[in-house]
């Protein structure tokens, strides 16, 4: 049998699984970029977003959709059902893998020359290429575990996968690099590869030695009997696949429209690239540092929402957001206090410049809401509602385009128009995710809650102005900046318990601390 786990085990286990994956894949850029440079890091990070968006396509938004639906039949004991599911999830995704395959491959040389104006990009496509059914076939799977509430394949396939890459990235680049730049990019590309074919052949153990289905008895007499099933699982998975196409595209359009709009400002072509990448290549990705946890809460609630709709517990329901609302806020809002109290000694530390602490300090208080954000769209999911939440998405995409292009092409916004797009697009999904969940199931964050989330970020505010104070009155270094982050995580974690962000009943669900809680 599946070992099943409450909300927040499973959340635990996909966060602790996050955090190991993201150390690794931090060591995998290190030796990617010491091996091949920043020739070869650019031809391996140009090939990519073409595989993410092959992805999407290829995955039709299915592992929201299979999770989801295979929840609500184990709900009802309906193992027929998941039977069904699983069927035709796997004849959707071989048909769509091998379709988008072959599209990739022919479509490279044009991709390479044309689009990424550097026919090198040609052999790191082509060596991707063979990743597209071993994931799509992965995907089915972690949908499956998802929708049963078991966390732990899916978590240590993903560390499996990051081990494997590493392990295979400096030999494959090793060989390949007297070839060329571009053969050593492709060798990167093949251990990625290498690392999600373990990785699959991983999960189909699990699912082999832990199934109570047989896929193989009568599989064609339950496809037959389907057509319902199918018509179940594109009802989410299309909406979703919508709103990934709408942040893919958002992501495509985004420095196309920055570009012409810092130009009409009358800023040089050099400047606007430099403004642009310490933009999205310093501010975002600190901005974005605490997003693991929220994807994991989110990951777990989809089924966990999904099982009590089945049930109609309403109760429940509103008790899982709830939750997720006020987790995913507390873990981002140490990261937003940290982040604009010592955004100039963060950035100088990383990156050498503190140029963009003015943009840093502005979007962090913004950005707390896209912590709630991913569980918000994930609820929506959950209660048949992805179509609401693909339209949230696209109205923030254009809102944000339009007053990107507004702002950033007046002279004295520049590159703080584009930033003030962006927290205006956030700002506005939330809203709108949280609107639809008060229009269909009355749900409203209370004001009890609000008022603990306000005095929780003035509190810590408080302490952590004290210490950025300390901090600068001496010698500022590396090590008093981490005893800073230290002291205030610790004072974090005690006014957490004391305004009961987290509950001794929550903890009393993480098996390690039972017995020193009990």
């Not at 894949?25 to 440079?37: C, K, S, T």
């Not at 989110?298 to 429940?316: G, H, R, W």
């Not at 007046?410 to 229009?439: C, D, P, Y």
């Not at 409203?444 to 300390?470: E, H, N, R, S, V």
């Amino acid at each position: 049998m599946l070992s099943k786990q409450t909300f927040l085990q499973g959340t635990l286990i996909l966060i602790l699984a996050g955090m190991i994956t993201r150390f690794l894949g931090f060591i995998n850029r290190l030796v990617v970029a010491r091996l091949m440079g920043e020739e070869g890091v650019g031809l391996y990070m140009m090939a990519l977003p073409t595989f993410f968006l092959v992805m999407t396509l290829t995955q039709l938004g299915l592992p929201v959709a299979i999770s989801k639906r295979v929840a609500e039949a184990d709900a009802q004991n309906d193992h027929a059902k998941i039977k069904r599911i699983l069927v035709v999830s796997i004849i959707i995704t071989s048909i769509s893998s091998i379709f988008f395959t072959i599209i990739m491959i022919l479509t490279a040389p044009f991709v390479a020359e044309t689009l990424l104006k550097d026919d090198r990009t040609l052999l790191p496509l082509l060596a991707i290429s063979p990743i597209i059914p071993i994931v799509a076939i992965s995907s089915v799977l972690r949908g499956y575990f998802q929708g049963k509430q078991n966390m732990k394949p899916q978590s240590y396939s993903q560390v499996i996968e990051q081990l494997v890459r590493i392990s295979c990235v400096a030999l494959f680049v090793h060989l390949l690099l007297p070839h060329g730049i571009e053969y050593a990019a492709a060798g990167a590309m093949f251990s990625v590869i290498l690392g999600e074919f373990v990785s699959l052949l991983y999960m189909i153990y699990q699912f082999k030695s832990k199934k109570t289905i047989r896929i193989r008895h009568r599989f064609f007499s339950y496809l037959k009997t389907s057509k319902q099933t199918v018509k179940e699982l594109f009802s989410i998975a299309l909406p979703s696949t919508g709103s990934k196409m709408i942040s893919s595209f958002s992501y495509f359009l985004e420095p196309i429209i920055v570009a012409q709009s810092l130009a009409l400002a009358g800023i040089s072509n050099i400047a606007a690239t430099r403004q642009y990448g310490e933009l999205t290549g310093f501010v975002l990705p600190l901005l974005f540092l605490p997003t693991f946890i929220t994807q994991s809460l989110s990951i777990a609630l989809v089924p966990n929402i999904s099982e009590a709709d089945a049930m109609s517990n309403k109760t429940l329901i509103h008790y899982r957001i709830h939750q997720a609302i006020r987790i995913s806020f507390a873990s981002g809002a140490i990261a937003t206090i940290v982040l604009t109290i010592f955004a100039v000694p963060i950035l100088s530390f990383m990156y050498g410049t503190a140029n963009a602490s003015h943009i840093l300090i502005f979007m962090a208080p913004f950005y707390i809401l896209l912590y709630i954000q991913s569980p918000l769209q994930a609820a929506l999911q959950a209660l048949d509602l992805a179509k609401p939440a693909m339209w949230n998405s696209l109205i923030g995409a254009i809102v944000k385009f339009v007053v990107l292009f507004i702002l950033a092409s007046n002279e004295s916004f520049g590159i703080m128009g584009v930033a003030i797009a962006m927290s205006v697009g956030v700002i506005l999904i939330t809203l709108l995710h949280l609107a639809a969940l008060r229009k269909e199931i009355n749900f409203y964050i209370p004001i009890k809650d609000i008022m603990k989330m306000i005095t929780l970020i003035l509190a810590t505010w408080g302490i952590g102005k004290l210490l950025y104070d300390f901090y600068i009155r001496y010698d500022p270094n590396l090590l008093l900046l981490g005893l800073s982050f230290i002291v205030l995580t610790v004072a974090y974690i005690i006014l957490l318990f004391l305004l009961k962000f987290i509950t001794k009943e929550e903890l009393e669900q993480i098996p390690f601390l039972q017995r020193w809680i009990r």
